[in-house]
Nanobody, 124 residues
């Protein structure tokens, strides 16, 4: 069992930055690949970024490449999402997911645990 708690969301103007954090508890964090997903109202949960359990492998959705960076600190049981050059279309509820596997995945159903989400709103 893994409990995930996201934080760091908020309201920001277009072009601004936010850093999301996701703290895990309840199991060995380094055993899980991690992913960030987002969901806008009335839409599906979409992949944003993923990182392998060692942190050496990362993957990004095309829409965020060059703007967002995922990282993790296994000593702190935390995964981060640094978001720069934010756009109004980045507005969504952002979730972190944990997958008991070496590498991340881009499909939400392949994650075993989820947090409650943190809201990101980007104004134009």
């Amino acid at each position: 069992q893994v409990v995930l708690v996201e934080s760091g969301g908020g309201l920001v103007q277009a072009g601004g930055s936010l850093r999301l954090s996701c703290v895990a508890s309840g199991s060995t964090f380094s055993s899980y690949a991690m992913g960030w997903f987002r969901q806008a109202p009335g839409k599906e949960r979409d992949f944003v970024a993923g990182i392998s359990r060692s942190g050496t492998g990362t993957n990004y959705a095309d829409s965020v490449k060059g703007r967002f960076t995922i990282s993790r600190d296994n000593a702190k049981n935390t995964v981060y999402l640094q978001m720069n050059s934010l756009k109004p279309e980045d507005t969504a509820l952002y979730f972190c997911g944990a997958r008991f596997y070496t590498n991340q995945a881009i499909v939400a159903s392949q994650y075993d645990y989820w947090g409650q989400g943190t809201q990101v709103t980007v104004s134009s």
